[in-house]
């Protein structure tokens, strides 16, 4: 068995230390040392730093996947966003509204009250009955859309928030207050 000498990655002490041998405690200081062989020089390194290191990397990679979540969601988000808005005839996008729907309901409904109280008389005043009919399941329709917009970004705000608390806590940092907007 051959013996190596090292100095002790603490406090410098001489060490043997045989060929083998991976971990040890210096005789002097206690530190426990991982000792490391390359080709051409053998040397000690304190475990506390190493251990460190390793946190630091383990920290940094935490945040680096949170991020990542962060984004896969916002991602996720857009997607899910895209799909829940109404087009109106023109093409252009919005967020559904229940107050909308429920106007706009009421208004199809009174023009068919309206149209039918003024064309009682004549075959065409069942017309109005159509309108209020259509009035109710474009308020009912419009209302249940604005309803799951509401829910689905209620769920992705959750879920962004605790995904943003985790990340502040692995930076060390204090989660972000409830009511502020991040």
């Given at each position: 068995m051959e013996l190596k000498a090292v100095a002790c990655g603490n406090c410098g002490a001489p060490l043997q230390v045989p060929d083998a041998v991976r971990f040890l405690n210096c005789?002097?200081?206690?530190?426990s040392l991982e000792i490391k062989h390359t080709e051409s020089v053998t040397y000690s390194e304190q475990i506390a730093q190493i251990d460190e290191r390793t946190e630091r990397i383990e920290q940094k990679l935490e945040v680096l996947e949170l991020?990542?979540?962060?984004?896969r969601l916002d991602s996720a988000w857009q997607v899910t966003r895209e799909k829940l808005m109404v087009t109106n005839k023109r093409g252009h996008?919005?967020?559904?509204s229940k107050v909308g729907a429920v106007i706009g309901g009421?208004?199809?409904v009174l023009f068919g009250i309206l149209f039918t109280s003024v064309?009682?008389?004549s075959p065409v005043g069942l017309g109005g009955l159509v309108f209020i009919a259509l009035g109710?399941?474009?308020a009912a329709t419009g209302y249940s859309k604005a309803n799951a917009y509401e829910l689905a970004e209620w769920e992705?705000?959750?879920n962004r928030r605790q995904i943003q608390d985790r990340l502040s806590?692995?930076?060390?940092?204090?989660?972000?207050l409830p009511w502020t907007n991040s």
């Open positions: 005789n002097h200081c206690a530190s991020q990542s979540e962060l984004a996008k919005s967020i559904p009421v208004i199809a064309a009682s008389q109710l399941f474009g992705y705000q959750d806590s692995a930076r060390g940092e204090q989660p972000a």
